[in-house]
Structures are given as C-alpha cells and as structure tokens.
C-alpha cells in the first residue's frame, strides 16, 4: 500500500514555544490529508482537513490560530502547534486520501509532550 | 448523524482463541467500512475494508462481512496471536467513495490484548 510519512515521531518542548510537524504522501500525490488528535487510550478526533493550495477547513472547536496547517504542495502538509502549552501535550496523526485506491493512508504518528 | 458503535474493550484472549469484535453503524446513503488496527506507539493501518453490502474484506487472517440488513461489520480471527494484541478502530466513510471530502467517522477502538 501506499506510504504516509510523519516527522517527528516525537518532539518535547518547552511551554511557549511553537513545533512543526511534517506529512509527506511518498508515493502519491494527495490533495486533501487529514490532521487528528488522540488522547490516552481514546479514539482520533479530527481537527482539520488540509487541502492542497487552499485554506485548511477546522472542525468545531479546534483554534485555528492555534493550530496552523498548511498544504504547500501535493506531497506535503503542516501543523504547527504555535505557543505550546502542556494542555497540547497529545498524540497527533495525519492521513492522506489516495483517491485512485479509495483509501486513507495514516503516517505513524507524532507524539508531542510540552513541558 | 452518522456514527459507529464498536464493543467496548479490553478484551483479553488466550493464543489460538477466536476473536469477535462487533462493530454496528448508523449512516445515510451507502457508506464504505473499515477496519484499523493500531500497534502500541504506531498510527494506525488500514487491516481490511468492504465498499457494498455483502462484501467479505479479509487480511492476515482477519475477516469482516459488511451486513447492510443488521447495519454490522463485525471483525473474526479465527486463530489469534500474541502479535495482534493491538487497538482495533471500526470506521465508516459516509458516501459511496472516499473522495478528497470525506471525512472518517471512528468508533471508540477496542483494545485487544492476547496472552501467550
């Protein structure tokens, strides 16, 4: 199956401080890919879906301007997560839609943890 | 709205034992089913998927049959291992494709544990 790449897999950083995380399509270019968040032993909850050349659309009650995406080319979305604060502290997934197989590709996820 | 009912874990089997774990769905039109399975400290992967009533997705092992009468996509192993000990998600895409605006809705994932 296709290849969904996350980077990092995990990140620590201090309160205050703003983290990027990378989701890269390897072997299939994606116009649309999914952010989501999970928590401890609960199931994902989908923050925004990130399209290629356009603005993200967030899903109720996800700040914006506290969690940027950004789509800048067909292989390849961002979050950053700007002013961290331990409350942000989550495991973070993206997924990619490969449209030709019907399928969405999951990365292997970002662990976050702001101290 | 559209939703996935999935059994509520842990569920703790012994190596070799049959696994059920039910999954039931409330959608309008004609949704496609999945199943993932997330490894500890992994995202998740994509085990098997079904796109019409009546069709069987199976992988290692794994089956589900999705019943569009009793609106269930019930995942069976028949013979689990130590290494399926993972957290399995039922999941639906709410049209007839995934296209770039489909959103899958998640059940609540059902942790597996296997002892050897």
């Known amino acids: 199956g296709a290849v969904v790449s996350q980077h990092p897999s995990w990140v620590i950083c201090k309160s205050g401080t703003s983290v990027k995380i990378e989701c890269r399509s390897l072997?299939?270019?994606?116009?649309?890919m999914f952010w989501y968040r999970q928590f401890p032993k609960q199931s994902l909850m989908l923050m925004a879906t990130?399209?290629?050349?356009?603005?993200?659309?967030?899903e109720q009650g996800v700040e914006k301007d506290k969690f940027l995406i950004n789509h800048a080319s067909l292989t390849l979305s961002t979050l950053t997560v700007t002013s961290a604060h331990p409350e942000d502290s989550s495991f973070y997934i993206c997924?990619?839609?490969?449209?030709?197989?019907?399928?969405?590709?999951f990365g292997a996820g970002t662990r976050l943890s702001v101290l | 709205g559209n939703s996935v009912t999935q059994m509520e874990g842990p569920v703790t089997l012994s190596e070799e034992a049959f696994l059920t774990i039910n999954c039931t769905y409330t959608?309008?039109?004609?949704?496609?089913l999945f199943w993932y399975v997330q490894y500890p400290g992994e995202g998740l992967q994509l085990l098997l998927k079904?796109?019409?009533?009546?069709d069987k997705g199976s992988n290692k092992g794994f089956e589900a049959t999705y019943r569009k009468e009793t609106t269930s996509f019930h995942l069976e192993k028949g013979s689990v291992q130590v290494s399926d000990s993972a957290v399995y998600f039922c999941?639906?895409?709410?049209?007839?494709?995934?296209?770039?605006?489909?959103?899958?809705?998640f059940g609540k994932g059902t942790r597996l544990h296997i002892l050897p």
């Open positions: 997924s990619a839609v490969q449209v030709q197989e019907n399928i969405q590709y």
């Open positions: 079904a796109t019409k009533a009546d």
């Open positions: 072997d299939f270019q994606a116009t649309t």
């Open positions: 999941a639906l895409s709410d049209r007839w494709t995934v296209n770039r605006d489909d959103k899958i809705i």
């Open positions: 959608a309008t039109g004609y949704p496609s």
């Open positions: 990130s399209n290629e050349g356009s603005k993200a659309t967030y």
